[in-house]
T-cell receptor, first 113, second 111 residues
Framework: DGGITQSPKYLFRKEGQNVTLSCEQNLNHDAMYWYRQDPGQGLRLIYYSQIVNDFQKGDIAEGYSVSREKKESFPLTVTSAQKNPTAFYLC????????????FGNGTRLTVT | QKEVEQNSGPLSVPEGAIASLNCTYSDRGSQSFFWYRQYSGKSPELIMFIYSNGDKEDGRFTAQLNKASQYVSLLIRDSQPSDSATYLCAVSYFGNEKLTFGTGTRLTIIP
C-alpha cells in the first residue's frame, strides 16, 4: 500500500542534542513538506521541497534543517538552536506543488527535556 | 500575512443534527480550499476540497465556497459521534505552493 511513513512515533531527547526525524513516501509525489503542531494550534510550515536537491524555508525554519537527496525521502533535523522543539511533527506530500491536497504521515511526537 | 481564521470552538452538536463549520480567509487571490479532520493525537486526513464557488457534496459532507465574501464552510449532515474531531481549514494561493492552515474548530457530537 502506498503511503507516508514517519519514524519513530515517539522520540525523547535531552536539551542540546540534535535529532533527525525520518519521512519516507512511496506515492511517487514530487512535493514534500514538514509541519509542526503545538497543542491546540494549527499547522505551521517548517520546510518544503518541490523537487530533489531543492527545498525552501517555510514560516518557522529557524533551528531546523532538511535534505532532499531522494524523491522518496525528506528527513528533518531539529537542531539545538531550536528553542522550543517539543511538538508534534507532521510530514506530508502531494503529487504536484500547487493546489494539490496534502497527504500526511502519522506524525512524530518529539519531547525534549 | 495571509490568514485563515476559524472559531476554535468547542462546537457541540446533537447526534443526527447538522454541524456547520466556518472558515474565513484574508487574501482574495486564494485558489484552493481544503477541509481536514484530525482526531486527537492523530494526523490530519483530507475530507473535502473545493476550487469553485458554490457547493460540493460528498456523502454526508458539503463544502460551500463564497469567494466574494471570502469564506468557506463545511456542513456535516446526520452528525455521528465518530465525527467528533478537530476540523482544519486550509487555503492555497495562486502562484504559491504552500497551504496555510487555520487553527481548527473542535467539534463534539453529543449522543
Amino acid at each position: 500500500d502506498g503511503g507516508i511513513t514517519q519514524s519513530p512515533k515517539y522520540l525523547f531527547r535531552k536539551e542540546g542534542q540534535n535529532v533527525t526525524l525520518s519521512c519516507e513516501q512511496n506515492l511517487n509525489h514530487d512535493a514534500m513538506y514538514w509541519y509542526r503542531q503545538d497543542p491546540g494550534q494549527g499547522l505551521r510550515l517548517i520546510y518544503y521541497s518541490q523537487i530533489v536537491n531543492d527545498f525552501q524555508k517555510g514560516d518557522i525554519a529557524e533551528g531546523y534543517s532538511v535534505s532532499r537527496e531522494k524523491k522518496e525521502s525528506f528527513p528533518l533535523t531539529v537542531t539545538s538552536a531550536q528553542k522550543n522543539p517539543t511538538a508534534f511533527y507532521l510530514c506530508a506530500s502531494s503529487p504536484r506543488a500547487i493546489s494539490s491536497p496534502l497527504h500526511f504521515g502519522n506524525g512524530t511526537r518529539l519531547t525534549v527535556t | 500575512q495571509k490568514e485563515v481564521e476559524q472559531n476554535s470552538g468547542p462546537l457541540s452538536v446533537p447526534e443526527g443534527a447538522i454541524a456547520s463549520l466556518n472558515c474565513t480567509y484574508s487574501d482574495r487571490g486564494s485558489q484552493s480550499f481544503f477541509w481536514y479532520r484530525q482526531y486527537s493525537g492523530k494526523s490530519p486526513e483530507l475530507i473535502m476540497f473545493i476550487y469553485s464557488n458554490g457547493d460540493k457534496e460528498d456523502g454526508r459532507f458539503t463544502a460551500q465556497l463564497n469567494k466574494a465574501s471570502q469564506y468557506v464552510s463545511l456542513l456535516i449532515r446526520d452528525s455521528q459521534p465518530s465525527d467528533s474531531a478537530t476540523y482544519l481549514c486550509a487555503v492555497s494561493y495562486f502562484g504559491n505552493e504552500k497551504l496555510t492552515f487555520g487553527t481548527g474548530t473542535r467539534l463534539t457530537i453529543i449522543p
